[in-house]
């Protein structure tokens, strides 16, 4: 079982800037996908951008162009780059790791992003 933790959550103003990172327990360069989820209030979770083994991406339509994913396997790290905040970005953020074989997905516990007009 390997634990994901993510940070980098907060308060911040439109148009402002926050990195977040989820780090593993263990290593993630077997997970197939790693990637980045939310989740506002009353609404179902949606996935916010992936990322494969060999560094292929994938972005919601409404973030193309603003986030940023990346993966760093020697630190065993996941990360998302959130730039040009809107007040919409605010939601509770989830990663996520899927490797296919034995059909693995596991969900860290959140963290809280909360962008004020």
């Known amino acids: 079982q390997v634990q994901l933790v993510e940070s980098g959550g907060g308060l911040v103003q439109a148009g402002g800037s926050l990195r977040l990172s989820c780090a593993a327990s263990?290593?993630?360069?077997?997970?197939?996908?790693m990637g980045w989820y939310r989740q506002a209030p009353g609404k179902q979770r949606d996935m916010v951008g992936v990322?494969?083994?060999?560094?292929?991406?994938n972005y919601a339509d409404s973030v193309k162009g603003r986030f940023t994913i990346s993966r760093d396997n020697a630190k065993n790290t996941v990360y998302l780059q959130m730039n040009s905040l809107k007040p919409e970005d605010t939601a509770v953020y989830y990663c996520?790791?899927?490797?296919?074989?034995?059909?693995?997905?596991?969900w860290g516990k959140g963290t809280l992003v909360t962008v004020s007009s």
């Open positions: 990322i494969t083994t060999g560094g292929s991406t």
């Open positions: 263990g290593s993630i360069s077997s997970f197939n996908i």
């Open positions: 996520n790791a899927v490797r296919y074989w034995g059909g693995i997905n596991y």
